[in-house]
């Protein structure tokens, strides 16, 4: 499997459970404002993530030019 192939997969990962953690709370299921802000805290995490990702895809394509 390519780096970016792989790449693209954690991203697509990524985005499927910061999709799942968003449906969470928009929903309302958060029986408490420490559920709420525990799930706050996944998404910020993931957010991080993946913009880690989206700087190392990016420095390799640099590295390619």
């Known amino acids: 499997m390519s780096d970016y192939k792989l790449l ?4 697509k990962e990524i985005d499927k459970l910061r999709q799942e ?3 969470f709370v928009v929903s309302g ?9 525990h799930v706050c805290g996944i998404i910020r995490g993931l ?5 880690i990702i989206n700087d190392l895809v990016q ?4 590295s390619d030019d």
């Open 8 to 11: 693209a997969h954690v991203s």
């Open 29 to 37: 299921r958060a029986d408490n404002h420490a559920e709420y802000r």
């Open 59 to 62: 420095k390799m394509e640099k």
């Open 21 to 23: 953690q968003n449906i």
């Open 47 to 51: 957010n991080y993530a993946q913009t």
